[in-house]
């Protein structure tokens, strides 16, 4: 199922005296608690499972809806409330979060949707939000003229449910059947409903799954592939499917045939199957994707009605085909036949190089398309007939080029010209269109979204780069949202405990004194390779900004910035990596005289939360607040929680000694310590979070309670861990941050 990392060197102290009881290790009568640990009443004597549970005295609050549970919630949300909200500064601060949520001249996203535009909607009248379409010509003009599709707050009236919308896919070319996701109350489970565009109606005897955490694909009009819960033993111990089968057109989930299998055992998110397509619709590959674990996958090809595993790398990110070219970036070093391609690099190989068994093809085809500079990264691609958009994190900040494929001649690069110092996404794109929506942002800098024609001829050789100015056709353009010019952005870099440079943003007052005195947040992730160039962030920008505060982000260890080596430096026993680069880069701040630790505060959320909450037990005496939202935060036991076992690849596994006693070294819930004087924090999850387990949450509050540390909780009971239930609450959501860290920061 997961990995299963035994060191081969010595074992550390730590582990021997803390793991007594386990399989040869020595008994725990004989085990002394290292004099470090003796401030720590919830440190385990020994790190099993068992031993683990043995010493947790709130095991209780980790029943989602248990009665001692909603109690302690109810109890401890009474008073954060009272604290948060009962501010002055609170009803001020959600009304203006509020206006910038449900404004109505925010960008619509768009999305390719048949032979219009599609776009989902929330505001104020409509908080759980419309799907809707119009034309390209409409879309571009100042007076969008929306046809509405599904109307999502009549469907919850209607149904007595809480849905909340998680998106649609539609069948190519035509796009008029689609299968829509509808969540109960934000979670990550779904409904899946297939509806029809041309009666706007959801289709009666149409595809219908019960809620779950479903893999699915349209095979063509009458045929999906499935992987999602059948029945006992068909879900991993994460609770994600591993078996796919083809579902027909009025079968049960029970009638559906079996085509792929992976293992009980398997990690990650569970097994998927990918149909890759023409411009036309026409299927040019179905690929079968088997986590192995967090981030090591199987791929295999489904052809001729057979499996068949191919030679990628275990660690590979598949963006799409040409023709019979896999377009795939390996995420470690990868040599097939001998020849070396970097980690992070974008590839096209001839599928039949690939499949298991087959010859390698005596082919002019130029395998490499473009390979990162050592502080650059690939952002996101998107494919199409005879070349490929990339995005480019360069020094975090955002350039994109697209590439034509020229056979022997290789691949010939354009540059497009984009928004310097800003963020450059790649939205949706369309092969039968040629066309690609691009959006640019910066920290002062409201969004833009444009429409980019990539069929236009690059005849010039890879070496000789062309740049193609104004390709980029603006569609629409944000208005600000607050006052950017009292502030500016800066770029710096801090040094880690192990010489690494660390490079993070501040967005900061033109007129800064640097006398240490300014209110600072610093927010960080560090995980998953998720990178985070510079955004926009209204709500941020007018409740901190406006109020004189600064706002930094920092770019550390464990994310994506620098490519899969920035991400992989930062995994599993060198995760304390990325809580050094976070300390440096407060440390920095603070002797640069930017803030001081009486104004420093922190923010993070889900992985970002267990940044936060080791931060602040092994650096409390640099930050005065740190909101720790929907967190990991006990991981000894985050695998017990659903669905934690997924992320073993990026942590490791605590049932293994050697990978406990790393994670012992920092998990955050076992470490706190009555003697230790933490500032007042502030954590907050969400009920219906079936993501990252609400007992994280839960869990540290009510030990720093026992513990005699003040802190607050609130826990809200819908929104789902991606708080896109209901702008209005979100509304409320941002309110309650901004008050606590006023507070903390400001008072």
């Known amino acids: 199922m997961m990995r299963r990392l035994i060191l081969s060197v010595a074992v550390p102290a730590l582990m021997l005296s803390a793991c007594a009881g386990m399989p040869g290790v020595q008994d725990p009568a004989d085990t002394a608690v290292p004099v470090s640990q003796a401030s720590m009443p919830g440190f385990p004597s020994n790190l099993s499972p068992e031993g683990v549970a043995a010493a947790d005295d709130?095991?209780?609050?980790?029943?989602?809806?248990?009665?001692?549970?909603?109690?302690?919630?109810?109890?401890?949300?009474?008073?954060?409330?009272?604290?948060?909200?009962?501010?002055?500064?609170?009803?001020?601060?959600?009304?203006?979060?509020?206006?910038?949520?449900?404004?109505?001249?925010?960008?619509?996203?768009?999305?390719?949707?048949?032979?219009?535009?599609?776009?989902?909607?929330?505001?104020?009248?409509?908080?759980?939000?419309?799907?809707?379409?119009?034309?390209?010509?409409?879309?571009?003009?100042?007076?969008?003229?929306?046809?509405?599709?599904?109307?999502?707050?009549?469907?919850?009236?209607?149904?007595?449910?809480?849905?909340?919308?998680?998106?649609?896919?539609?069948?190519?070319?035509?796009?008029?059947?689609?299968?829509?996701?509808?969540?109960?109350?934000?979670?990550?489970?779904?409904?899946v409903r297939e509806f029809d565009l041309t009666t706007k109606t959801f289709v009666e005897g149409g595809f219908v799954l019960p809620e779950g955490k479903h893999r699915i694909s349209w095979l063509d009009a009458d045929t999906l592939l499935v992987a999602t819960d059948f029945g006992p033993g068909t879900l991993t111990e994460s609770g994600y499917p591993y078996i796919v089968k083809s579902l027909k057109r009025g079968q049960t989930l029970a009638q559906a045939t079996e085509v792929y299998r992976g293992e009980a055992g398997d990690g990650g998110y569970g097994v998927s199957a990918s149909v890759f397509r023409d411009a036309?619709?026409?299927?040019?590959?179905?690929?079968?994707?088997?986590?192995?674990?967090?981030?090591?996958?199987?791929?295999?090809?489904?052809?001729?009605?057979?499996?068949?595993?191919?030679?990628?790398?275990?660690?590979?990110?598949?963006?799409?085909?040409?023709?019979?070219?896999?377009?795939?970036?390996?995420?470690?070093?990868?040599?097939?036949?001998?020849?070396?391609?970097?980690?992070?690099?974008?590839?096209?190989?001839?599928?039949?190089?690939?499949?298991?068994?087959?010859?390698?093809?005596?082919?002019?085809?130029?395998?490499?398309?473009?390979?990162?500079?050592?502080?650059?990264?690939?952002?996101?691609?998107?494919?199409?007939?005879?070349?490929?958009?990339?995005?480019?994190?360069?020094?975090?900040?955002?350039?994109?080029?697209?590439?034509?494929?020229?056979?022997?001649?290789?691949?010939?690069?354009?540059?497009?010209?984009?928004?310097?110092?800003?963020?450059?996404?790649?939205?949706?794109?369309?092969?039968?269109?040629?066309?690609?929506f691009v959006s640019s942002q910066g920290f002062l800098t409201p969004p833009m979204i444009g429409l980019l024609d990539v069929d236009f001829l690059v005849e010039r050789h890879q070496t000789d780069v062309a740049t193609s100015p104004n390709a980029i056709v603006p569609l629409r353009s944000a208005p600000p949202k607050f006052d950017a010019s009292t502030h500016v952005v800066r770029q710096y870099e801090a040094t880690s405990t192990d010489g690494t440079k660390i490079p993070y943003f501040v967005v900061m007052p033109r007129d800064l004194a640097l006398d240490g005195t300014a209110p600072t947040i610093l927010f960080g992730y560090g995980g998953f390779q998720i990178s985070f160039p510079p955004a926009y962030k209204p709500e941020m920008g007018k409740l901190w900004l406006e109020n004189g505060g600064v706002f930094v982000q920092a770019n550390i260890r464990g994310g994506g910035e620098f490519g899969p080596g920035w991400h992989q430096a930062a995994l599993n026993e060198n995760r304390q990596r990325a809580f050094d680069d976070f300390a440096a880069v407060a440390e920095d701040l603070i002797a640069r005289g930017i803030t001081s630790p009486r104004h420093l505060g922190i923010y993070g959320r889900s992985n970002g939360g267990v940044l936060t909450s080791v931060s602040i037990t092994q650096h409390p005496e640099l930050f005065n607040a740190a909101v720790i939202e929907s967190p990991l935060i006990d991981m000894l036991r985050y695998h017990e929680l659903p669905a934690g076992a997924s992320w073993i690849g990026e942590y490791g596994d605590p049932r293994i000694p050697e990978e406990a006693a790393w994670i012992a070294e920092y998990s955050a819930y076992q470490r706190l310590s009555p003697e230790v004087d933490y500032p007042r924090v502030y954590i907050t999850t969400n009920t219906r979070d079936d993501r990252v387990h609400p007992g994280h949450a839960r869990k540290f509050a009510a030990r720093l309670e026992a513990q005699g540390h003040d802190h607050l909780y609130f826990e809200d009971t819908a929104g789902g861990h991606s708080n896109d239930a209901d702008p209005v609450a979100n509304a409320r959501r941002w309110a309650r941050h901004y008050v606590y860290l006023a507070q903390q920061l400001m008072d």
């Open 280 to 436: 036309e619709g026409r299927i040019e590959a179905v690929l079968f994707n088997r986590p192995l674990d967090t981030f090591r996958s199987e791929t295999s090809e489904w052809r001729n009605g057979q499996v068949q595993r191919l030679k990628l790398p275990e660690r590979v990110a598949v963006y799409g085909t040409m023709g019979d070219l896999l377009i795939f970036s390996p995420e470690q070093a990868w040599s097939p036949g001998g020849i070396e391609y970097a980690a992070g690099s974008l590839l096209s190989f001839p599928m039949a190089d690939l499949r298991e068994g087959d010859q390698v093809t005596i082919s002019n085809q130029e395998r490499l398309i473009f390979q990162p500079g050592p502080r650059q990264s690939i952002s996101d691609v998107a494919v199409f007939g005879d070349r490929v958009a990339i995005s480019i994190n360069d020094n975090v900040s955002g350039r994109l080029s697209l590439f034509k494929n020229t056979g022997e001649f290789g691949w010939a690069e354009r540059q497009v010209s984009v928004s310097p110092n800003s963020a450059i996404g790649l939205g949706d794109s369309s092969k039968g269109r040629q066309e690609l």
């Open 58 to 191: 709130h095991l209780a609050l980790e029943q989602v809806d248990g009665a001692e549970a909603m109690a302690f919630v109810a109890r401890e949300n009474e008073r954060a409330l009272a604290t948060l909200e009962g501010d002055p500064r609170y009803e001020p601060f959600r009304q203006q979060a509020e206006a910038i949520l449900t404004a109505t001249d925010r960008i619509p996203a768009p999305s390719f949707l048949g032979d219009g535009i599609g776009n989902f909607w929330q505001d104020a009248t409509n908080p759980k939000g419309i799907w809707r379409r119009t034309t390209l010509e409409s879309y571009a003009s100042g007076d969008t003229q929306w046809e509405t599709l599904l109307d999502i707050d009549a469907l919850a009236r209607a149904e007595g449910k809480d849905w909340v919308f998680k998106g649609a896919s539609c069948l190519p070319p035509a796009e008029t059947r689609c299968l829509v996701n509808l969540s109960d109350g934000g979670k990550d489970a779904v409904v």
